[in-house]
């Protein structure tokens, strides 16, 4: 079987999903032990053989057990804020399974109640399943007691330990196959939720240049024009077009025209320097860059400063296939007074229309 390492985040999230497994085990331990001490009273209440000494050290073991449980549960919610869960998985193994090895041997020869033997070994079978994702507590649930019942049986002979320390092993091997699924579970979880997470990040991302899509640019301008209306500050977006993108397109083919956007985008890229900024491929040869708290006398200059990187990087590119300089004509719009998304994105068209038939000569 597979067994799957978790680093960085992946290693965090299987935490995460372990502790919540063992705040389940815990809740299933308590539940379970309830019940079987609800079976073991009602059978010490109605069997014949047993005595008035043995109902006592039963009850007595009862309330301590419940106090204790109180009292280790306030002591883990005060001593650990976070990740508390395993100490008090342990603190709760150890008391049950006291508690079963104890209770084994004090009814086993006053009262000759056999069954208390079952109700340990589905206690054992309730650790494996509440515990299998953290050892030492199956381990500090089982041991003592199996380690009770060899005290208590009348002739400890090879065959009865070879026994017991078999059915230690089958709970670790069972608990072993439980936690390899477990993290086989987890990580399939894992994979999917950031699969999911890729998908949609692909689904905003242009896939030639890889800048930002028109798609996700709405979302972002939505975004920014309530930013902007709170905070009362400017809002600007520069509508970029570049040409002769479409007729090197023509010329020299898709593929190389390709190679060109990404020349392109890597230079717009370079020049946006603030983390807020935002910009994006919105057509074949046009791009759009939000800026935030940006006037036109701001966005102006971020235009100059993009043009710059432009030129520095596609003038050679061009001139060697089209023979001429490429050009980077650029508009800014301005978010005016009781303008919406709505009505700022069919003045961004319009701009990119017009600066796109712009007769250049």
């Not at 030639?208 to 209306?229: A, C, G, P, Q």
């Not at 956007?261 to 370079?270: D, F, N, Q, W």
Request: charge should be positive; charged fraction near 20%; include cysteine.
């Amino acid at each position: 079987m597979q067994n799957i390492a978790f680093t960085g985040k992946g290693k965090v999230y299987f935490e995460e999903q372990q502790q919540q497994q063992l705040e389940k085990g815990i809740r299933l331990l308590v539940g379970a032990s309830a019940f079987l001490v609800f079976l073991m009273a009602v059978e010490l209440m109605t069997s014949d053989y047993s005595l008035y000494v043995t109902k006592f050290y039963f009850f007595m073991l009862v309330v301590m057990t419940l106090l204790s449980s109180v009292v280790f549960w306030w002591l883990a919610g005060k001593a650990y804020s976070h990740e508390k869960w395993k100490p008090l998985s342990l603190l709760f193994a150890g008391l049950f399974s006291i508690f079963w090895a104890v209770l084994s041997l004090v009814l086993d020869h006053p009262s000759h109640l056999q069954t208390v033997f079952l109700y340990g070994e589905i206690y054992i079978l309730v650790s494996v399943v509440a515990f299998f994702g953290y050892r030492p507590a199956l381990l500090l649930a089982a041991t003592p007691i199996v380690c009770s019942f060899l005290i208590a049986s009348p002739s400890l002979t090879p065959t009865l330990t070879f026994a017991y320390a078999s059915k230690l092993l089958l709970a670790l091997g069972i608990s072993e196959y439980l936690n390899h699924s477990f993290r086989d579970v987890v990580f399939l979880h894992l994979d999917s939720r950031n699969l999911k997470h890729q998908l949609k990040s692909v689904g905003l991302i242009d896939p030639v240049t890889h800048l930002h899509n028109n798609k996700h640019f709405n979302i972002e301008l939505d975004r920014e024009v309530m930013s902007s209306r709170r905070s009362k500050l400017p809002l600007s977006v520069l509508v970029i077009n570049i040409q002769p993108i479409r007729l090197y397109t023509f010329t020299c083919g898709h593929e190389a025209c390709e190679d060109l956007l990404r020349i392109v985008s890597k230079a717009l890229e370079h020049g946006v320097y603030r983390p807020r900024d935002f910009i994006a491929r919105i057509s074949v040869d046009e791009f759009a860059l939000i800026l935030p708290e940006t006037d036109e006398e701001g966005a102006a200059i971020v235009a100059k400063r993009l043009e710059s990187n432009i030129h520095r990087s596609c003038d050679l590119w061009i001139e060697r296939d089209l023979n001429e300089a490429l050009l980077m004509k650029s508009a800014i719009v301005k978010l005016m007074p009781n303008m919406t998304t709505k009505t700022m994105l069919k003045r961004i068209k319009r701009v990119a229309a017009k600066i796109s038939s712009y007769d250049t000569e």
